[in-house]
């Protein structure tokens, strides 16, 4: 078959509705983000709470997990371009990662016996869920691409109906986990934290992964096919031909130069980001993190060096580098989307958790749920805004996928500048009104619709199908490195009203030992660091972070900067895109 052929039944394929396949991708993605988001929105309280990390140390894990998570897709789908398949693959990481949700319900069950065991269980825990993640992510999302024609001006609006398939999921999770798991008791003053209720949370994210996968093990075959009744995302097969009716070459072509270059390139990078990583507000004698400095520079190390030996495949043809660096591009620009975007699980929560009057219509909802409007909001606009595409299309004022996820930078800068705004001047023991985290979530929802789906779209279009899968999971590499950044950008949280509370009980002038105007002897500073109090303003680039509006207005700056200049080169994007939009 030609390619004019190809266009043909793409264009003949874009009149009908969506492949049922579609709806069993849907509903199996619905449950994997349901075990993941239910897991996420309570991950860094349980961290506080129960295994007595620090806010800062619990920011860095959780970026640092949600990084490796969104790292380790490479790795799944060269496992799948090349032996497994992407049907093997989703079934291999559903019952990995339920595997890692029961042993997080260890944790949380063990942690008031030993809380160092607790700790063993949960990093043994993580590691698992982030295998089987890598497993699982790219794989699912490829066949969503592969359902459909080369050139199906369907996909824009299959991937954000699939994306809605997620946030129903990412709903379910945060309203189900953390109602069993987030749980407090008493009234004001009077209010503590059921800490033990936290596995129950973990158990049930473990029982949505184990349905979500059976399900698909039983519906594969019957509705995940092609039109003529061929399984898609079956184990790959390489014959003598290594050209697909479509011109494109059907495998990789790495050598062996090649691939010992890209590993010395992974080393070198990986020693200069660690050097650069090292944080100067350590004391001497005092150790680094190793999260900090040793797990985020291999996740930015690996993604540039796995993204370089992509490009030293000799069977690429210009077009095809052209489209791949296109998508090179985006994931860069998309890395300050995610790691403001992130600070819902980590510094976003802290701040909904104490220095948030949570109470809205009568109802004082826990910490961890505040996060859930993001999905809310998901389940109401994507339909809307996968209308608005299509409708924008007929009338050819549909902008180019680039300028979409500009867009998406330029909403969550203006969700963070609201929210900035609000929060500026605001007293140690003020409190936020919770109606301003619903209004910043609505701008970053609209903004992660304008981004995130229509990337996951790009992949599709303009991944040569060799590596359909390895590509979804470069895609990812900006998640990741996103991800690592969040963690970071993190723990410039500044002391909350909790902070200076528990300081004033124990004796300590907090106000006075962070303005320097206060002593602070050896002792107040090991005292302080029992507390989990910090003793000196978080530092980004030199600037010391003082207050809740300057912690907000580096989200601002930095999604905005991204997002003016990726408007600024969409036009030469476009034109190394060959046609796709």
């Known amino acids: 078959m030609n390619t004019s052929a190809v266009a043909l039944d793409a264009e003949a394929a874009s009149k009908k509705g969506h492949p049922k396949g579609l709806g ?24 506080v709470n129960a295994l007595a990390f620090s806010d800062a140390d619990a920011s860095i894990i959780y970026g640092g997990f949600l990084g490796l998570s969104y790292l380790t897709p490479m790795l799944g789908g060269y496992i799948s371009d090349r032996y497994l398949g992407n049907r093997n693959c989703i079934l291999l990481g559903g019952f990995i990662m339920a595997i890692g949700q029961i042993l997080l319900f260890f944790s949380g069950w063990m942690y008031e016996g030993s809380v160092d065991t607790a700790r063993l269980i949960m990093w043994t825990a993580l590691f698992v869920i982030i295998i089987g993640n890598g497993f699982f992510k790219p794989n699912i999302s490829s066949m969503v691409g592969q359902l459909y024609p080369k050139g199906d001006s369907r996909l824009d609006s299959a991937f954000t109906i699939f994306y ?46 184990l349905l979500g996968t059976l399900l698909f093990f039983y519906l594969k075959d019957k509705y995940v096919v092609t039109p003529d009744g061929k399984a898609i995302g079956a184990r790959p097969k390489f014959g003598v031909q290594q050209v697909n ?67 030293t495949d000799k069977s690429i043809t210009k077009i095809e580098r052209d489209r791949i660096m296109v998508l090179y591009a985006v994931a860069f620009f998309v890395i300050f989307f995610w790691a403001c975007f992130e600070q819902a699980g980590s510094s976003l929560t802290f701040i909904a958790d104490y220095q948030t009057d949570r109470r809205l219509f009568g109802w004082d909802m826990p910490a961890s749920f505040v996060q859930n409007a993001n999905s809310i909001f998901i389940i109401i606009f994507a339909f809307p805004m996968s209308f608005l595409w299509s409708w924008l299309q007929t009338k050819n004022a549909e902008p180019i996928s680039p300028v ?14 609201i929210i900035g705004l609000s929060v500026k001047g605001l007293g140690q023991t003020e409190k936020l009104g919770v109606i301003w985290l619903i209004v910043m979530y609505l701008f970053h929802t609209i903004g992660e619709l304008c981004l995130s789906p229509i990337g996951l779209s790009l992949v599709a279009k303009l991944a040569p199908i060799r590596f359909s ?32 509370e528990k300081a004033s009980k124990a004796g300590i002038d907090l106000q006075g030992v962070l303005d320097g105007t206060v002593a602070a002897s050896p002792d107040l500073l090991a005292k302080m660091k029992s507390m989990n109090i910090p003793s000196h303003y978080p530092q980004f680039f030199g600037f010391s972070i003082h207050n809740l509006y300057e912690f907000f207005m580096v989200m601002v700056i930095l999604p905005g900067a991204a997002a003016l200049l990726l408007f600024l080169i969409s036009g030469i994007l476009k034109k190394k895109m060959h046609g796709v939009r």
């Not at 350590?282 to 291999?298: D, E, H, M, R, T």
């Open 164 to 209: 809605m398939g997620i946030n129903v999921g990412a709903f379910l999770g945060m309203t189900i986990c953390p109602l069993l798991g987030d749980v407090k008791i008493g009234t004001g003053e009077q209010t503590v934290r059921v800490v033990t209720a936290f596995k129950w949370g973990f158990l049930a994210a473990g029982a949505a992964m």
């Open 469 to 500: 899968s390895l590509l979804m999971g470069v895609w990812f590499i900006g998640n990741a490195s996103g991800y690592a950044l969040a963690g970071t950008l993190g723990t410039l949280l500044p002391p909350t009203g909790d902070k200076f």
């Open 404 to 417: 979409k996820q500009a867009i998406g930078l330029a909403l969550l800068a203006l969700g963070s500048l």
């Open 24 to 47: 069993v991708l849907f509903t199996t993605e619905m449950w994997e983000r349901f075990n993941f988001y239910g897991m996420r929105a309570l991950l860094s309280l349980f961290l």
């Open 245 to 311: 009716p479509t011109g494109e070459a059907e495998k990789a072509h790495f050598t062996q130069p090649a691939i010992l270059g890209v590993c010395v390139l992974l080393v070198a990078l990986f020693f200069g980001i660690h050097y650069l990583s090292l944080d100067p507000n350590v004391l001497p004698g005092a150790s680094q993190n190793p999260i900090k400095v040793w797990v985020y520079p291999f996740i930015y190390a690996a993604g540039i060096s796995l993204a370089v030996l992509i490009l």
